[in-house]
T-cell receptor
Framework: AQTVTQSQPEMSVQEAETVTLSCTYD???????LFWYKQPPSRQMILVIR??????QNATENRFSVNFQKAAKSFSLKISDSQLGDAAMYFC?????????????FGTGTSLTVIP | DTGVSQNPRHKITKRGQNVTFRCDPI?????LYWYRQTLGQGPEFLTY????????KSRLLSDRFSAERPKGSFSTLEIQRTEQGDSAMYLC???????????FGPGTRLTVL
């Protein structure tokens, strides 16, 4: 089974600053999808950004961008101009693009604190 | 479209009792997932439906757990003879074929005393 590793259990950032959350994954597949999900306290999980492995260009969604390094199996999330509302648990996830790619594999999460 | 809903939001039960949770996916979504999330961990895959067919089950899923999705609409997850180790947040998510994004419900928090 694929594994997703988030080595930073907790991170903090000053409001308006930039923070990068790390994620590495282990797979023997060449085609897959990667995701960052956000889970605010006591609220449901929402998708922040996704990346298709076949795309070389890094995905960007407003203040959120990724650094996808396929050879290194690394998928980090950069949050620019951090806001108080960004405080949450962030989960990195993987899904195979193959016909059997139904399962999503999640990391253990990084708790992000935004300091006013 | 009100998103994925789950009921109940909280459930407290005594060890040995049976519990059932319900998930209502987004109406046009044919794929439905159940996850378990314990404190400090990411969601752990339990089972997956495509329409009414249960296509995948985690090897970690004990035979005390059963899930159904009659008519390919809502789904139920039943835990029989609950144990304290079953205490967790149970999440449901749904998505459409051809779309990568899955949408999560708010979860059902189970506490087994």
């Amino acid at each position: 089974a694929q594994t997703v590793t988030q080595s930073q259990p907790e991170m903090s950032v000053q409001e308006a600053e930039t923070v990068t959350l790390s994620c590495t994954y282990d797979t023997s597949e060449s085609d897959y999808y990667l995701f960052w999900y956000k889970q605010p306290p006591s609220r449901q999980m929402i998708l922040v950004i996704r990346q298709e492995a076949y795309k070389q260009q890094n995905a960007t969604e407003n203040r959120f961008s990724v650094n996808f390094q396929k050879a290194a199996k690394s998928f980090s999330l950069k949050i620019s101009d951090s806001q108080l509302g960004d405080a949450a648990m962030y989960f990195c996830a993987y899904r195979s693009a193959g016909s059997t790619g139904n399962q999503f594999y999640f990391g253990t999460g990084t708790s992000l604190t935004v300091i006013p | 479209d009100t998103g994925v809903s789950q009921n109940p939001r909280h459930k407290i039960t005594k060890r040995g009792q049976n519990v059932t949770f319900r998930c209502d996916p987004i109406s046009e979504h044919n794929r439905l997932y159940w996850y378990r999330q314990t404190l400090g961990q990411g969601p752990e895959f339990l089972t997956y439906f495509q329409n009414e067919a249960q296509l995948e089950k985690s090897r970690l899923l004990s035979d005390r757990f059963s899930a159904e999705r009659p008519k390919g609409s809502f789904s139920t997850l039943e835990i029989q003879r609950t144990e304290q180790g079953d205490s967790a947040m149970y999440l449901c998510a749904s998505r459409s074929t051809g779309y990568n994004e899955q949408f999560f419900g708010p979860g059902t928090r189970l506490t087994v005393l």
